[in-house]
């Protein structure tokens, strides 16, 4: 299963829309069926933020309160990984955040 979503953030830099997109992908899969039977798989582009997600205590103060709700989160998820991978396998995260710029309304996409 895989699923795509976009949701407005606001104003900021890139590390703090990947932080925010890890939390909200721990956010919906934790809310889900498959939490306690499945593992959330989460790739970034971001080597930093994942080593963030991987290693909370890394993560600077300005992240900290984004960080560490995805740590309370992870309890309810027990089977994670968070992956770095290269921007170009990233392209459908790439074109749904350029598209969502100017997007006033969430979307979300489940693939099974």
Request: hydrophobic share 45%.
């Amino acid at each position: 299963m895989k699923i795509s979503f976009f949701k407005t953030i606001g104003m900021g830099d890139g590390n703090l829309a990947e932080v925010r997109a890890i939390k909200e992908a721990f956010l919906i899969f934790s809310a889900s069926q498959w939490a306690s039977t499945h593992v959330l798989i989460v790739e970034s582009d971001s080597k930093i933020v994942v080593k963030w997600v991987n290693n909370p205590n890394e993560a600077p103060w300005k992240m900290r309160k984004w960080i560490l709700h995805i740590e309370s989160l992870k309890k309810s998820v027990p089977r994670w990984e968070a992956n770095h991978i290269l921007r170009e396998k990233n392209q459908v995260a790439d074109h749904l955040a350029k598209e969502g710029v100017q997007r006033q309304v969430d979307l979300i996409n489940i693939f099974d």
